[in-house]
């Protein structure tokens, strides 16, 4: 799977997102300091970049009186992955001029070798696209990040064989065969849990990919990998190779393993408390155009994401996949974290060392404490 971020599996993941499994946690933590001389000069922004900063200044369909305009406050924002579906709300914000008319001046970052979270701790950027169980990981190796939009609020992960591997129809197949990964330990646990609920024994051998695991699977590198259902899976019913896929909820893996939104840096958040209220209410007003309009946003995000080499086609059946599974969660929701299905998931995950070190668990994440959902109350006030 491309978000853990679900940090987050294919050729198009790595044109498209990634969090949760997108690379092992203890790389971004690994690269944190070597970020760090990075700050001054955006040179972190810049490794492994696949896309050209873009400004909520371009194509605004609102502009607003000079006067309004030098009074924004700049935000950057720093992608986990490529663009793609995931975050065309803010692409959307930027488009429709709501980020300006918020008194901001947003930049679109593209993502860097370390990671959002790594960027948005050394202040590379201030805020950046991620998970819930990726801050639990990196706030527990000493980060200070805070989760404060949550966009994927119903589980999106699929773990998946070909249509054609006629010996893998349950996850109790996939005992002994090879899994196509990015490497974590996050995945590695998901999995073991999926293959012992599904009454098989929990091990099985490794190959890590870096970007096609669709042609990995095909050429028999490895016999299953993790997928999302928005793109990777959208992709495969437009495309192909068909796939056989297994949802982690439903083999024993509690909770919502993909809640991936936007956290920042806590020391930033303190002084800057008005300018992200504005932020996340723009950003949600983005998301929601984007619900409620999701064929133009789609062409807002291929449009205004050239780099990103985004298929107008997949682009445009992803939002369609996301509105009619309401993988946004009710319209009236969008960009609130589900707290209790967040500690669900996080402590499965502490239960299974993943958040510890040297044999140790370490403390159990609180997700109350990790994520807020406090700016969505203030603005009904």
């Known amino acids: 799977m491309k978000h853990a971020r679900l940090a987050h599996f294919s050729l198009a993941r790595f044109h498209s997102q990634s969090h949760l499994f997108r690379r092992p946690l203890a790389l971004i933590t690994a690269l944190i300091a070597s970020c760090a001389c990075a700050v001054g000069t955006m040179a972190c922004a810049g490794c492994g970049s696949t896309s050209a900063p873009t400004s909520s200044t371009a194509k605004p369909s609102n502009p607003l009186k000079r006067s309004e305009a030098n009074a924004h406050r700049k935000i950057s924002i720093m992608l986990d992955w490529t663009a793609n579906t995931n975050h065309v709300g803010v692409y959307t914000a930027a488009r429709k001029g709501y980020y300006r008319l918020a008194g901001l ?194 062409s807002i995000l291929v449009a205004d994401a050239p780099s990103a080499a985004i298929e107008p086609a997949l682009a445009q059946a992803s939002m369609k996949e996301i509105v009619s599974g309401h993988f946004w969660g009710p319209i009236e929701n969008i960009g609130r974290t589900n707290i209790a299905e967040g500690q669900k998931y996080v402590t499965f995950l502490w239960s299974k060392g993943v958040y510890g070190s040297h044999g140790s668990k370490g403390p159990k994440p609180i997700v109350s404490h990790i994520a807020t959902n406090k700016y969505f109350f203030e603005q009904r006030r």
């Not at 979270?117 to 805070?146: I, R």
Request: charged residues 20%; aromatic residues 10%.
């Open 105 to 298: 001046d947003v930049t679109i970052l593209p993502t860097a070798q370390a990671g959002a979270e790594t960027a948005v701790q050394t202040g590379v950027a201030d805020a950046g696209f991620t998970t819930v169980s990726n801050v639990a990981a990196v706030d527990a190796k000493g980060s200070n990040l805070h989760f404060v939009f949550d966009v994927m609020q119903k589980p999106n992960a699929r773990w998946c064989a070909l249509a054609s591997r006629t010996d893998i129809t349950s996850p109790k197949n996939f005992s002994g065969k090879t899994f196509v990964t990015f490497g974590s330990a996050e995945q590695t646990a998901v999995v073991k849990q999926m293959i012992s609920h599904a009454g098989g024994k929990p091990t099985f051998s490794t190959v890590t990919v870096g970007t096609s695991t669709f042609q990995s699977l095909a050429n028999k590198r490895g016999d299953f990998a993790g997928f999302y259902d928005t793109w990777e899976g959208v992709q495969s019913r437009l495309n192909g190779p068909s796939l056989r896929c297994y949802q982690a909820q439903h083999w024993g893996v509690p909770g919502n393993p993909d809640q991936f939104g936007i956290a920042v840096n806590r020391t930033w958040e303190k002084t800057h408390e008005t300018a992200l209220r504005r932020f996340i209410k723009a950003t949600e007003k983005g998301y929601r155009y984007a619900l409620l309009h999701p064929q133009e946003a789609a």
